[in-house]
């Protein structure tokens, strides 16, 4: 299984980007789906996840500015930055929890992880 993340980048204050990560690999399951940040000199921290309801929840810091939500058909998880600050700047991580076979346990998966960056 892998977990695919896009969609990264240079901004300035106030300006959007969109995040996408794609699961893929042999899948039976996706439970919830998330994405995460670190700073440098930062632990990493939750800023949104949904499960395969579409229940979502998010960091504070986050709210009112981005939206998480997900494709179930394409085990695809999307992360809508706007009103992007310079304290957005990190990388960011998505995260899912799948099972590859119905005699698995659900584990955890990461992605590579992608640059943000807001400066003016």
């Known amino acids: 299984v892998q977990l695919q993340a896009s969609g990264g980048g240079s901004v300035q204050p106030g300006g959007s980007l969109r995040l996408s990560c794609e699961a893929s690999g042999t899948i039976t399951s996706v439970n919830a789906m998330g994405w995460y940040r670190q700073a440098p000199g930062k632990e990493r921290e939750l800023v949104a996840t949904v499960d395969s309801s579409r229940r979502t929840n998010y960091a504070d810091s986050v709210k009112g500015r981005f939206t998480i939500s997900r494709d179930n058909a394409e085990n695809t998880v999307y992360l809508q930055m706007n009103s992007l600050k310079p304290e957005d700047t990190a990388v960011y991580y998505c995260?899912?929890?799948?099972?590859?076979?119905?005699?698995?346990?659900?584990?955890?998966?990461w992605g590579q992880g992608t640059q943000v960056t807001v400066s003016s």
């Open positions: 995260n899912a929890g799948i099972k590859i076979s119905v005699l698995r346990k659900e584990a955890n998966y």
